[in-house]
């Protein structure tokens, strides 16, 4: 097989997932996930300090599962790509410190990789290549971007992203408000969908007049957000809210979100002339958004990758690897940095 595409151990570790995976060019070998998202319901949010020992304790173990189910030795990995950023600094100090470790053992090549370009680069193994140029909306707890992809590797223009809260953080935010457990975002699509969007007319943001001409690519989440709070605050100060009403609101808040999300995407496909774009991140899981795209994008191929590979795993990590090495780009080596709110144009992370 001295023709096949390198093989890639893709490393994951930027929040409160583990994951491990094997690719071989847009193949997918053996993807394994450990996450420690069960020990945060009872606060309310994810403790950093608890993300980062996780990690410790399932490295080795994800690692050692993978390279099992792909029936791979570690000799016979041509390069290790791990997340280098955006993520909590902790988390990303295990996954990368485990990965330097496993380089330098190995004598393996070592790209850092950008863990949103991840999102986008997980599709290419379930759809195949991405055209160029695509569109990628990425959203996440932390990130709701729009993307130019002319090359993954080396040409990706950020043309807006959220002035405020991401989109699956203002899901999280809400789903509190309402009283649903942590985190809230999956639990609030479901309550959507027995409500009537139609209910309440929460605002838009950034969609009219000088704002629309100013931010064409961006969002806001944040006055949505609280405009939920009054409502609630207004027709229920005793905080006792009727299940039918919690269900209206679900729903009317999820259209506002996915309204704007949507319209800003195809707004920049038009715009850039893409008739292709992909969506990623773990909001993508959001049933009312994949609705919606499939509804609006007439004359554009929406392509978002099934649920297990929109949240973080390790999956989306080897698919970046795949492409910058296939690229040729430079290793990062053993010296990089981690960088908590690296670039979105950045695909590798500089030596
Ligand atoms: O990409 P991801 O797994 O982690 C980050 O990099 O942030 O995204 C997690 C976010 C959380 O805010 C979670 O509530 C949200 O994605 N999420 C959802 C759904 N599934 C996950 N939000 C809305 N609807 C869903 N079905
Ligand atoms: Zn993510």
């Known amino acids: 097989m001295k023709d096949a595409a390198p093989l890639v151990l893709g490393i994951e570790s930027t929040c409160d997932e583990t994951g491990v995976a094997l690719v071989r060019g847009n193949e997918l070998l053996a993807d394994v996930t450990a996450t420690s998202m069960d020990e945060y319901a009872r606060y309310g949010g994810i403790i950093p300090e608890i993300a980062s020992r996780a990690h410790l304790e ?25 997340a280098a950023g955006p993520g909590l600094i902790g988390s990303l100090t295990v996954g990368t410190a485990a ?3 496993l380089a330098l053992a190995t004598g393996k090549p070592l790209y850092g990789v950008n863990h949103i370009l991840g999102h986008v680069a997980v599709d290419q193994l379930v759809h195949g290549p991405l055209p160029q140029p695509t569109i990628a909306l990425v959203v996440s707890g932390g990130h ?27 899901f999280d935010k809400v789903g509190r408000l309402l009283g649903l457990p942590y985190p809230g975002g999956p639990h609030l699509d479901r309550l959507a969908q027995a ?27 944040s006055g949505l957000k609280t405009a939920v709070a009054r409502y609630l605050a207004h027709h229920w100060p005793d905080g006792q809210i009727p299940e039918q009403a919690k269900a209206d609101i679900a729903a009317s808040f999820s259209a506002a979100v996915n309204d704007s999300l949507i319209d800003r995407a195809i707004r920049a496909c038009r715009d ?14 959001n049933s009312h958004l994949r609705r919606l795209a499939a509804e609006r994008a007439e004359g ?7 649920i297990r ?31 908590s709110s690296m670039p979105l144009t950045q695909a590798v992370i500089a030596a």
Request: net charge negative; with cysteine; hydrophobic share 45%.
């Open 58 to 82: 399932s490295f080795l173990p994800t690692m050692y599962a993978a390279l099992e189910k792909a029936g791979v030795g570690l000799q016979e990995v041509a390069a290790i790509a791990c």
């Open 99 to 101: 990965a330097k470790a």
């Open 144 to 170: 709701s971007n729009l993307l130019l992809i002319r090359d993954l590797a080396t040409d990706v223009v950020e043309l807006g992203g959220t002035l405020d809260d991401a989109a699956g953080e203002a």
């Open 195 to 221: 409500g009537d969007e139609r209910a309440i007319a929460f605002p838009r943001a950034l969609r009219s007049g000088e704002d629309r001409k100013k931010y064409p690519y961006d969002f806001s989440f």
């Open 272 to 285: 850039h002339e893409c008739t292709t774009l992909v969506i990623g991140g773990g909001f993508s899981a």
């Open 300 to 306: 554009i191929e929406v392509r978002i990758p099934p």
């Open 309 to 339: 590979y929109c949240t973080d795993n390790g999956a989306m990590i080897g698919a970046l690897g795949s492409v910058v090495v296939r690229a040729s780009l430079t290793p990062s080596g053993l010296g990089f940095a981690n960088d």
